[in-house]
């Protein structure tokens, strides 16, 4: 059973940075395409980001030019690197993957705790 640990989370102002990062243990296998999602008070959740392990990456039309996703297959890890954030990006984010052979844009197979991103403006 493959498991999800994000980390990076907290409290950040307007137009500043943050990081997220992802790791997966717990197999001996890989996993497949890895993304981020996240849910804001009220709303549905939605893709942020994801990227397949050939690096293949597609982003969500309201992040695209300000958020960064990448992976190390070795390692199993990706990250989220978050710039110029808004008040409106505030959600808890969840990390999620796809088995091995997946290679689409939206994995759901795994997933993470989630962790609480708050921009203040």
């Known amino acids: 059973q493959v498991q999800l640990v994000e980390s990076g989370g907290g409290l950040v102002q307007a137009g500043g940075s943050l990081r997220l990062s992802c790791a997966a243990s717990g197999t ?4 497949g395409t890895m993304a981020w999602y996240r849910q804001a008070p009220g709303k549905e959740r939605e893709l942020v980001a ?3 392990r050939g690096g293949r990456t597609h ?5 695209k030019g300000r ?3 990448g992976r ?3 390692r199993n890890t990706m990250y989220l690197q978050m710039n110029s954030v808004e008040p409106e990006d505030t959600a808890v984010y969840s990390c999620a993957a796809g088995r091995l052979y997946y ?3 939206y994995p759901d197979d795994y997933w993470g705790q989630g962790t609480q991103v708050t921009v203040s403006s």
């Open 28 to 31: 001996a296998y890989s996993v």
């Open 50 to 52: 994801a990227i397949t």
């Open 59 to 63: 982003y969500a039309d309201f992040v």
């Open 67 to 69: 958020f960064t996703i």
């Open 72 to 74: 190390d297959n070795g």
């Open 103 to 105: 290679g689409g844009y």
